[in-house]
C-alpha cells in the first residue's frame, strides 16, 4: 500500500492521537473527581453574611437551643431563620450600641428583614422535610455538622444523594432519642444498632421504600 503521508507526518499524527486519548482519560478522571468533590456540593463555603452572627457564641456557649431561632424544625418543611424580634430578644439589652449589630437595628427601625445568605440548599426537584427526620430522632449534627463550634457558619457535610441514600439504606444506627437531636454532648452507653432498632419499632418507622426514587423525586 502506497504510504499516504510522510513518515515524520505519521508520528506526529501518533503524538497527538495519543495526546488526545490522554486528554480524555483525564478529564473523565477529573469529572468523577467532581462528583463527590467539595467544589461540587460547595462543602466548607463560608458565604458573606449581612453580620458575623456566630453560632460558637450562641448556640456553644450561651447554649441557646437550635428550636429557639429555627422554629420550623419540628413541624414543618423548613426550619426557618430568626427574625429580627427574637435577636432584638437579648440584643435590645446586650451589646446595645455594638457598631457590629448597626445592620440588626438597622432591620428594625427600616422593618426590613435581614437578607442571610443561605448555606445550605438543595436542588429543586428534590423533596425535603425537616419536621420527618428530626421526629424520627435524626440529630441536626448528622446533616449539619458540628454547628455550635462554627464561628461562621458553613456547610458541614455535602448533603449529596449518596448521603441521604446512605442513612435511607439503613438509618437505625443514626438514630438517637428525639429529644436529643439538637444536643451536642450527647451520649449513650446503649449499642447504636439496637438503640436505633427500638427508636424504630417505638415510632412506627418502616425502612421499607426509603431508598425508591420517588420519595425524594417527584
Ligand atoms: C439569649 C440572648 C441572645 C439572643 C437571642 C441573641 N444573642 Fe447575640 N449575643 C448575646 C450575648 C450575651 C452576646 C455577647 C457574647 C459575648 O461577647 O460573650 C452576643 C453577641 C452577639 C454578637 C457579637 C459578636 C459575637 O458573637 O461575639 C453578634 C453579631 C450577635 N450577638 C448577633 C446576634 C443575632 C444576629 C441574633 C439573632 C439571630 C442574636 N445575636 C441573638 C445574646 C444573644
Ligand atoms: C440565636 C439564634 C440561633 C441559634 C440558637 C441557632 N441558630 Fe442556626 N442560624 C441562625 C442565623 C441568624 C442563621 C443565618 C446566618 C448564618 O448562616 O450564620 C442560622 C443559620 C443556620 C444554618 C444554615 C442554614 C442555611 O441554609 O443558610 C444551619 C444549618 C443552622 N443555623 C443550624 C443550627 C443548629 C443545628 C443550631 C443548634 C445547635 C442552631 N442553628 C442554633 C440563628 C441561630
Ligand atoms: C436529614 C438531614 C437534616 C437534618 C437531620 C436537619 N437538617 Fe437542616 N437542612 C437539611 C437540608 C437538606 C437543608 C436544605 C433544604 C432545602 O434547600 O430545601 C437544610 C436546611 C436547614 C436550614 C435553612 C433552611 C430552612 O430549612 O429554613 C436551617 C436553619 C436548618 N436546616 C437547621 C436545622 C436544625 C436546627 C436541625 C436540627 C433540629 C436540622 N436542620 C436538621 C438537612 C437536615
Ligand atoms: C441520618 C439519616 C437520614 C439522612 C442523612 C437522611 N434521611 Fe431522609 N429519612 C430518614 C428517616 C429515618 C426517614 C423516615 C422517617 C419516618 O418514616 O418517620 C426519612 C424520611 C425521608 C422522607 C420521607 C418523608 C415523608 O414525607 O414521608 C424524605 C422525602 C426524605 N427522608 C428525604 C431525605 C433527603 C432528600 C435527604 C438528603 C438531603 C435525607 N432524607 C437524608 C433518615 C435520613
Ligand atoms: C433519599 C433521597 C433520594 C432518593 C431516594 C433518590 N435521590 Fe436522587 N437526588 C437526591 C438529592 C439530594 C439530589 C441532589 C444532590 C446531588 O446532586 O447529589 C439528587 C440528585 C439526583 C439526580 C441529579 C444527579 C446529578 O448528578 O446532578 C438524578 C438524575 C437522581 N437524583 C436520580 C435518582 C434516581 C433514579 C433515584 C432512584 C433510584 C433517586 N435519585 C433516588 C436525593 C435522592
Known amino acids: 500500500m502506497a504510504q499516504i503521508f510522510s513518515r515524520s507526518a505519521d ?39 449581612p453580620l458575623p452572627f456566630s453560632h460558637a457564641h450562641h448556640a456553644g456557649e450561651l447554649r441557646i437551643d437550635c ?90 457535610e455535602p448533603l449529596d444523594m449518596a448521603q441521604c441514600l446512605d442513612c435511607h439504606r439503613d438509618p437505625a444506627p443514626h438514630l438517637r432519642p428525639p429529644s436529643a437531636v439538637t444536643l451536642a454532648d450527647w451520649h449513650t452507653d446503649e449499642d447504636r444498632r439496637v438503640l436505633g432498632e427500638r427508636l424504630m419499632r417505638e415510632r412506627h418507622i418502616d425502612p421499607r421504600g426509603l431508598t425508591d426514587c420517588s420519595v425524594c423525586h417527584r
Not at 109 to 137: I, N
Request: glycine content about 6%; charged content about 20%; some cysteine.
Open 11 to 49: 508520528t506526529w499524527l501518533r503524538l497527538v492521537a495519543l495526546a488526545a486519548c490522554a486528554g480524555l482519560v483525564g478529564s473523565v478522571s477529573v469529572a468523577l473527581l467532581m462528583q463527590r468533590s467539595d467544589y461540587r456540593t460547595g462543602r466548607g463555603w463560608i458565604p458573606a453574611q
Open 67 to 156: 428550636r429557639y431561632c429555627h422554629a420550623g424544625v419540628e413541624r414543618a418543611a423548613v426550619a426557618g431563620l430568626p427574625p429580627t424580634y427574637t435577636c432584638m430578644s437579648c440584643h435590645s439589652q446586650v451589646w446595645a450600641d455594638s457598631p457590629v449589630l448597626e445592620p440588626l437595628r438597622r432591620s428594625l427601625r427600616e422593618r426590613q428583614p435581614l437578607h442571610w445568605a443561605r448555606v445550605v440548599r438543595l436542588p429543586d426537584y428534590v423533596r425535603f422535610a425537616h419536621a420527618v427526620h428530626v421526629r424520627a430522632g435524626v440529630a441536626c449534627a448528622q446533616c449539619h455538622g458540628a454547628v455550635e463550634r462554627m464561628p461562621l457558619t458553613y456547610k458541614a
